[in-house]
């Protein structure tokens, strides 16, 4: 099976920019999350679909948002860029329902530079 | 409310030797705990998980981790390390109540040493 797939995986933009990410999980899985991962901060989740809803955020501010098809792909906006919005964008999908004991599995990640 | 201490940011071994990676939780549900490790520009990826069945947990690559719920601990450890184990490794709570928001302990960093 193939893995989670994330695209592009480097990006660069500037400044007030918009950027969107894409992800395609693993066949067969309805759930898909996203965390932004800084040196700062660490990993922070920032939202998580499933059957095209959204079921939990984070605490990010509304210029990120995401959406999910019905095929299970997902894609994550970002609007008007900010230099702190720079980091490794994780995407992540799992078999079923957000349950606790849920693996997730992870994409290579989406390395965003906003310069 | 729940929250992951990794009480080391850095762990330097030398090939061979064992490692410890310790990790403390707090959850007011009952947890599952996973470590994660992440290889140099590549995504998480799981080395076990405890979700409420044995306490000693075994997972790939001959690491194993023990659930001690006493201690709010869950320790990471592998009796011999080799090179292909530097990377950053990752402890996560998630709980049975809530949101089931996983939680990110802030990593800890493995270097092995030839």
């Known amino acids: 099976k193939a893995g989670v797939t994330q695209t592009p995986r480097y990006l660069i933009k500037t400044r007030g920019q918009q950027v969107t990410l894409s992800c395609s999980p693993i066949s067969g899985h309805r759930s898909v999350s996203w965390y932004q991962q800084t040196p700062g901060q660490g990993l922070q989740f920032l939202f998580e679909?499933?059957?095209?809803?959204?079921?939990n955020k984070g605490n990010f501010p509304g210029r990120f948002s995401g959406r999910q098809f019905s095929n299970s792909r997902s894609e994550m906006n970002v609007s008007t860029l900010e230099l702190g919005d720079s980091a490794l964008y994780l995407c992540?999908?799992?078999?079923?329902?957000?349950?606790?004991?849920?693996?997730?599995?992870f994409g290579p990640g989406t390395r965003l530079t906003v310069l | 409310a729940q929250s992951v201490t990794q009480l080391d940011s850095h762990v330097s071994v030398s090939e061979g030797t064992p490692v410890l990676l310790r990790c403390n939780y707090s959850?007011?549900?009952?947890?599952?705990l996973f470590w994660y490790v992440q290889h140099p520009n590549k995504g998480l990826q799981l080395l076990l998980k405890y979700t409420s069945a044995a306490t000693l947990v075994k997972g790939i690559n001959g690491f194993e981790a023990e659930f001690k719920k006493s201690e709010t601990s869950f320790h990471l450890t592998k009796p011999s390390a080799h090179m292909s184990d530097a990377a950053e490794y990752f402890c996560?709570?998630?709980?049975?109540?809530?949101?089931?928001?996983?939680?990110f302990g802030r990593g800890t960093s493995l270097i092995v040493h030839p």
């Open positions: 959850s007011s549900y009952s947890p599952s």
């Open positions: 679909y499933f059957s095209e809803t959204q079921r």
């Open positions: 992540a999908s799992s078999f079923s329902e957000r349950k606790s004991t849920d693996t997730q599995y």
């Open positions: 996560v709570v998630t709980a049975s109540g809530g949101s089931y928001i996983p939680t």
